[in-house]
Nanobody, 117 residues
Framework: QIQISESGGGLVESGGSLRLSCVVS????????MGWYRQVPGRFRESVAV???????DYADAVKGRFSISLDKAKNTLYLQMNSLKPQDTSFYYC???????????WGQGTQVTVSS
């Protein structure tokens, strides 16, 4: 059974940095894909940085050049390095793992990021 746990959120001033971590418990398959999403209450969840099926990275235009996603397979951990944070980055950030061969998807509980102006 897959379980996902995010950490690393918090309160930071505009221009600051945070690194989010997402630990996956359970066995990961090579065909799994992972990514970071964010959601503000009352709005749709949007992708932030996602590995596609060929392990290319797709960044949202709003975060290109500021955010960086990486995966440590040995630790089953996905990271999101967020630099030059802006107040509009304030959101709940969620980690997602997709397993296409099972047609399944798992989400973490989310971690809050608040950027003060």
């Amino acid at each position: 059974q897959i379980q996902i746990s995010e950490s690393g959120g918090g309160l930071v001033e505009s221009g600051g940095s945070l690194r989010l971590s997402c630990v996956v418990s359970g066995i990961m398959f090579d065909t799994d894909t992972m990514g970071w999403y964010r959601q503000v209450p009352g709005r749709f969840r949007e992708s932030v940085a996602v590995y596609d099926s060929e392990h290319n990275i797709d960044y949202a235009d709003a975060v290109k050049g500021r955010f960086s996603i990486s995966l440590d397979k040995a630790k089953n951990t996905l990271y999101l390095q967020m630099n030059s944070l802006k107040p509009q980055d304030t959101s709940f950030y969620y980690c997602n793992l997709k397993r296409p061969i099972w047609n399944k998807s798992w989400w973490g509980q989310g971690t809050q990021v608040t950027v003060s102006s």
